[in-house]
């Protein structure tokens, strides 16, 4: 039955339902009701299935890191956590571009990056180096996963209120990888009993307190691959490709140990400029910041 306009008392609209006794219905109440029938509609639709399924597939590799690096292949368990940051690249690419971002789909995310980023790089280092440090190697690796916890969880509070070109400290995925590329090296150049545990404890601290710090790191969100781009640029992109293939645990070090200290190298270059760190703003229009706006 379609309510019928009564009256209007103290500037709120009322509506008359001869179903019920006293025949009136705020409009607030009716808008909570929309709400909540809006709600469980999208639930009833479901989830969008190409970007979850790449999330899932990180916390599938996450997971196969754990478990190899408990049988003491660390090798493979590095190139699981790197296969694990690719589908997690994917999975929020291919949400924007169709855009099908969802509040669904960005906790699975953080979920899915705490097993993977997380939890794996941190067993993985300490059942790798730092088990001879006893209670210090585990302490560590928890330092580790608690920062990576605490930096998920201010990247989810915080979207809509910074600019979405910048992450604030250093991403959790770039820090895992940073632990897999380390391990891949050292098998690599058969340089991993020659090297003392503090090395890598030193290392694994650094890499917590990049996390947690405030330091902008590039996102790279808005470098779009299937654009245009110069000649020059297409040649040095498959030099790039040649170099991983021809060395792959050195190119991928080298890469990945360049965006980990560009964040304070270009933080010490403001600084020796005198000027300001770029202000993150929020940025109009990213279908991932309008999520979070609208999730409650």
């Given at each position: 039955m379609v309510p019928v306009i009564g009256e209007v008392t103290k500037n709120h609209h009322f509506f008359f339902d001869r179903k019920r006794p006293d025949g009136l219905i705020k409009m607030a109440d009716m808008q909570r009701s929309d709400n909540k029938k809006d709600r469980r509609e999208r639930l009833r639709k479901g989830t969008y299935l190409l970007?979850?399924?790449?999330?899932?597939?990180?916390?599938?590799?996450?997971?196969?890191?754990?478990?190899?690096?408990?049988e003491g292949n660390f090798v493979a368990a590095g190139y699981a956590i790197l296969a694990a940051a690719v589908f997690d690249s994917l999975d929020g690419k291919i949400a924007r571009a169709t855009r099908s971002t969802s509040q669904f789909g960005v906790e699975f995310d953080s979920?899915?990056?705490?097993?993977?980023?997380?939890?794996?790089?941190?067993?993985?280092?300490?059942?790798?180096?730092?088990?001879?440090?006893g209670r210090i190697g585990w302490l560590a690796g928890f330092l580790f996963v608690a920062c990576g916890a605490l930096r998920l969880a201010r990247f989810n509070s915080q979207a809509g209120v910074v600019d979405s070109r910048y992450f604030v400290g250093l991403p959790i995925p770039a820090a895992a990888a940073m632990n897999a590329v380390t391990v891949l090296l050292c098998h690599r150049l058969d340089i991993v009993g020659r090297m003392h545990p503090f090395l890598f404890l030193g290392m694994l601290y650094a890499l917590a307190f990049l996390m947690v710090s405030t330091i902008p790191y590039q996102s790279f969100k808005k470098r779009v691959l299937l654009g245009k781009m110069s000649f020059?640029?297409?040649?040095?992109?498959?030099?790039?490709?040649?170099?991983?293939?021809?060395?792959p645990a050195i190119a991928l070090f080298l890469m990945v140990a360049g965006y980990v200290v560009s964040g304070p190298l270009t933080a010490l270059w403001y600084v020796g400029r005198k000027r300001q760190l770029p202000e993150l703003q929020p940025e109009e229009g990213d279908p991932a910041t309008s999520i979070f706006k609208n999730a409650n």
């Open positions: 970007p979850n399924l790449c999330t899932a597939m990180n916390l599938f590799c996450g997971f196969y890191a754990v478990i190899v690096s408990i979920l899915a990056d705490l097993v993977s980023f997380g939890m794996a790089p941190g067993v993985m280092i300490y059942l790798w180096v730092l088990s001879p440090l020059n640029l297409l040649v040095a992109a498959i030099l790039v490709i040649i170099f991983i293939a021809a060395q």
